[in-house]
C-alpha cells in the first residue's frame, strides 16, 4: 500500500464513520480537542515551573536570608555597564560579579538599600538604574507620553466639535448673543421679585 | 481651512529626522561620568611584583596626571599602547596606570614586550575600577594639581585624541 492510498483508505473510513453514526465521530473529535487542550494547559503550567535564570553564584549569596533577598532587589534595579540591558542578577559579565560581590558587601556593612544604590550611582551615574530618576533631564521621557496622548486627545476633541458644527445650526454672532442675553433679562424681570436683583 | 496645518506633518517629520541624524553621532558606548569634577576616589594599589611602587591617591596631588585604566587581556589596549608610550615620551603629563582585573605575570610580560610608559602602576582587583567608575578598559582620566578628576576618555586614545584634546586639556589645567 503507498502512501496515499492508505491515506485515500482512512479518508474513505472516516466519511464511512460519519455516514454509519455523526455523533460518535463528533463525540471523538470532541475527545481529541479535550486532549489537545488538556496537552496546552500542561504545557502551560510547565512553562510556569520555568524560573528565570539568574547569574548570582552561590558563592556570592550571603548566608542572612533577609540580607540576601534585599541585595536580589537591588541587584534588580541596577543595570549591568557591560550588557546594558541586563540587571547586575542576570548578567554574567565580570563587572557585574564585582558589583554584586560590592552591594553585598555594602549591605553587610549597615547600609541601607538607598545608600547602596547611591555608592554606586555615585561612581556610574544615573544609567546604571533600570529605572531613570525623575529629574531636570528625565521630564520629557517620563511625562513625554503623556503630553503626546494629551495633544491627541486635545486634537480629537477639536475634531469632534467641528463635525458637530458641520451638522447643528451656525454660532451666534456678538450681534445677536447681545439680543438673546437682552431677551433672557426681560423675561426674568417679571419674576424680579423672586430674584436677587431689587 | 488654515494652510499652516498641512505643513504640520513636514515641520514634525523635519524636526524627527534631524534628532536622529544628531542621534546616529551619538556614541552609546560612551557614558557620561558623574565624577568629573569630583575629588579622584581614595585608594592605594599594590605594585606589580618586581616594581617597587604602587600607586595611590598621595600620587595625583600637585600636578597634571593622566590615569589611564589598562588590561594585558585588553585588546583595544594593544592598539593604544603606542599612542601612551609616544605621549610618555613627550614627558608632558605623567601617566599613570591602573591595572585592571589583570594577572601580574601576563601584566609583567606585556609591558616587557611592549615598553612602559607608566610613571606608576597599581594592580587593580577590580574594586578601585569601581570606585573610578570604569565599566570596560581601556579608560583614561585627566586629573589636575588637587587631585580632581577633569575629564574622561572610554576607549583607546589616539593621536588625535592627544593631540586636540588631551594635551590642550593639560596645558589649560597646568596654567
New interface residues.
Partial sequence: MTPFSSLRGARSATRQSRAVGGHIGSRLLRHARNDGTKFFLVLLLLLCLAIPAHAVRPDEMLKDPALEARAREIGQELRC??CRNQSIDDSDA??AH??RV?VRQRLVAGDTDQQVIGYI???????VLLKPPFKYDTYLLWLGPGLILLAGLWGLGRYMRRQAGMTGPPPLSADEEGRLAQILKERAEPHGHRGSTP | MRRWLYLLPVVVFALMAAGFYVGLGHDTNVLPSPLINKAAPQFDLPPLPGHDKGFSTADLKGHVTLVNAFASWCAPCRLEHPVLKALAETKQVPIYGIDYKDQSDAALDWLAALGNPYARIGADSGRVGIDWGVYGVPETFLVDQTGRIRYKHVGPLSEDDIKNTILPLVARLEK
Fill in positions: 555597564l557591560v565580570d563587572l564585582d558589583l560590592l550611582v555615585s561612581r556610574y551615574g544615573d544609567f
